[in-house]
């Protein structure tokens, strides 16, 4: 059965590891939506962060999909909301307390892409994660917000080392109430429970009437391994972490390589 759609991550998937997209990437990408394969970028991003890409692939209009804050937004490219699933303002203010509590730099992200944190001293993964959204800072405690605030999803971030020390009693913490991914070195991430992109993949497959057979799946990371698990054709980055190759049917080239040009021409184009 041929596909029909392509998930993918952005970050060390879609981009170099400089943050780029290849010439050759866009082009093949172009050629599958020519094809009329239907392209989702598939992030941890609000969609602020990820319509440059779209943008610059082509992906346009109200019949093209991304699936945003690792799965919990659902949206069409021009801001239809096929399906969201946000964190409560109690939740929201337990995370925050944590954080406090801890010492452990902590923002969130609304549903309109915005990143909102209580931390005076804003940490330096917070202004780097705004730059790459296109998204500005608000410093906000929580009750300075509505009562009804609600967020898509809350990020423990610091440097690689300070994760790694936390990570485990966080998730011991809120692993119970609470899908817990470590998305990246620099990113903890809290999110609704029925919220991953494997989830979200297959609610938007069903939406469009396509089985999972019809779907490739590329990634590099722990948070895209739901998407793998969904996908009849789950394509690891060369660049991917160890967990992610072994979850994956194929191991491609590295993303300074054209690894996903060349899983695309073997998997969609051949």
């Not at 394969?37 to 992030?43: A, F, G, I």
């Not at 309109?112 to 202004?127: F, G, K, L, P």
């Not at 494997?198 to 490739?216: K, S």
């Not at 979850?247 to 695309?264: E, F, H, P, R």
Request: charged share 25%; net charge negative; proline share 2%.
């Amino acid at each position: 059965m041929s596909i029909r759609l392509i998930a993918l991550d952005i970050d060390d998937t879609l981009l170099d590891s400089k943050g780029k997209l290849l010439p050759n990437t866009v082009a093949t990408i172009k050629a599958a939506l020519a094809n009329g394969v239907k392209v989702v970028l598939c992030s941890g991003r609000p969609l602020a962060g990820v319509k440059l890409y779209t943008e610059a692939l082509g992906i346009t209009g109200d019949d093209q999909y991304a699936i945003t804050y690792n799965g919990a937004v659902i949206e069409s490219i021009s801001g239809h909301v096929v399906a969201r699933h946000l964190v409560n303002n109690a939740d929201y203010r337990k995370m925050t307390k944590y954080g406090q509590q801890h010492q452990i730099a902590f923002n969130v992200l609304d549903a309109n892409s915005e990143i909102y944190t209580a931390d005076h001293d804003v940490n330096r993964i917070t202004v780097v994660q705004a730059w790459e959204n296109s998204a500005g800072i608000l410093i906000r405690t929580p009750d300075e917000l509505p009562a009804d605030f609600e967020i898509a999803k809350g990020l423990f971030v610091g440097e690689k080392d300070e994760l790694d020390a936390v990570e485990a009693e966080v998730r011991a913490t809120f692993e119970k109430d609470f899908y817990v991914v470590r998305a990246g070195q620099n990113f903890l991430e809290l999110m609704n429970p029925v919220v991953n992109k494997g989830q979200a993949l297959q609610d938007l497959a069903n939406n469009l009437h396509l089985n999972a057979d019809e779907v490739m799946a590329v990634g590099d990371e722990r948070n895209d391994i739901p998407m793998f698990k969904f996908a009849g054709t789950a394509v690891s980055m060369g660049n991917g972490i160890e967990v992610a190759k072994q979850n994956a049917d194929y191991v491609t080239d590295t993303n300074d390589n054209d690894g996903l040009a060349k899983a695309i021409q073997k998997f969609v184009l051949n």
